[in-house]
Nanobody, 123 residues
Framework: AVRLVESGGGQVQAGGSLRLSCALT??????MAWFRQTPGKQREGVAL???????IYADSVKGRFTISNDLAANTLYLQMNNLKPEDTGVYSC???????????????????WGLGTQVTVSS
């Protein structure tokens, strides 16, 4: 079974940067993604990447966040720049072994999830 473990969360001031990592063990993947959630809100898709390298971003993070992966290290990254207080949340990585998923609007498409890492951006 695939196991996903996130790291790199923390607290920063608005305008700062963080880099999240997600280490995968156990299998290969077709699509990987980052989602975030804050209390009282639905889980929101942030960015996804396919094994061939194509990417999709939420409008709210375009130009500020970059998703990438290191296939040799089996690690997914999310570089977050110019962070805003509204970026605060628990960030989780998700993966699907079989499907090329082309939407961030259905977390249920993803089979495997990490536990998440907290990102807090203060104004």
């Amino acid at each position: 079974a695939v196991r996903l473990v996130e790291s790199g969360g923390g607290q920063v001031q608005a305008g700062g940067s963080l880099r999240l990592s997600c280490a995968l063990t156990g299998d290969t993947y077709r699509t990987m993604a980052w989602f975030r959630q804050t209390p009282g809100k639905q889980r929101e898709g942030v960015a996804l990447i396919h094994s061939v390298g194509s990417t999709i971003y939420a409008d709210s993070v375009k130009g500020r966040f970059t998703i990438s992966n290191d296939l040799a290290a089996n690690t997914l990254y999310l570089q977050m720049n110019n962070l805003k207080p509204e970026d605060t949340g628990v960030y989780s990585c998700a993966a699907d072994r079989v499907h090329t998923i082309r939407t961030l609007h259905n977390p249920g498409f993803f089979d495997d999830w990490g536990l998440g890492t907290q990102v807090t951006v203060s104004s």
